[in-house]
């Protein structure tokens, strides 16, 4: 079946370090990918996806490029800050199965 | 703001308690979902909806169970809830590929 395996936690950082958090998946088909993030104390968001192979999502300076021949959607960030702090999820969404299967979850801390 | 409201935020239950946690969606989504958070990370899927009047198992349904009488409206109900049952409980909606969360409901089972 689909799953995604994403890197294991905590990733703790300086600010302005520069952020990998690795996500690799398996899917048959072309699942779309995503990450989520969730804030303390708050529910999961969307961060950025990607819905085909080599698009690049992008949102508030963290990065992921969809690729097919290595399965790894991959996040990252040039430098992080202390507000990045929080818990960041790898998905897919399976169309055949119309289900959106999660990661276990990294959780990022940048200190000051 | 559209989106998703849950209630209550918090709850402190006694064992063998009957409990209903809402959840309501204003943006028409015809698909909702309960997952439950353990330890502040993973999630685990409860239960799910694809459409109003219809409901699934999840990967960990024991103990619970859900009614979707309307689009908004994805109640989850514990019989009788038990201290393993202590988590955070996340509503979601789901429109097209891309899934919508609720703040959450944190449940401690005493």
């Known amino acids: 079946g689909d799953s995604v395996t994403q890197m294991e936690g905590p990733v703790t950082l300086s600010e302005e370090a520069f952020l990998t958090i690795n996500c690799t998946y398996t899917?048959?088909?072309?699942?779309?990918l995503f990450w989520y993030v969730q804030y303390p104390g708050e529910g999961l968001q969307l961060l950025l996806k990607a819905t085909k192979a080599d698009d690049k999502g992008s949102n508030k300076g963290f990065e992921a490029t969809y690729r097919k021949e290595t399965t790894s959607f991959h996040l990252e960030k040039g430098s992080v800050q202390v507000s990045d702090s929080a818990v960041y999820f790898c998905?897919?969404?399976?169309?055949?199965?119309?289900?959106?299967?999660f990661g276990a979850g990294t959780r990022l801390f940048v200190k000051a | 703001i559209a989106g998703i409201t849950q209630a209550p935020t918090s709850q402190i239950l006694a064992a063998g308690r009957r409990m209903t946690l809402r959840c309501t969606q204003d943006?028409?989504?015809?698909?909702m979902y309960w997952y439950r958070q353990d330890l502040g990370l993973g999630l685990r899927l409860i239960h799910y909806s694809n459409t109003a009047g219809t409901t699934g198992k999840g990967e960990v349904p024991d103990g619970y169970s859900v009614s979707r009488a309307n689009t908004d409206d994805f109640p989850l109900t514990l019989a009788s809830a038990v201290p393993s049952q202590t988590s955070v409980y996340f509503c979601?909606?789901?429109?097209?590929?891309?899934?919508?969360f609720g703040p959450g409901t944190r449940l401690t089972v005493l």
């Open positions: 998905a897919l969404f399976s169309t055949g199965g119309f289900k959106t299967i």
């Open positions: 979601a909606s789901r429109q097209g590929d891309t899934q919508y």
């Open positions: 899917a048959t088909g072309y699942p779309s």
């Open positions: 943006m028409r989504h015809n698909a």
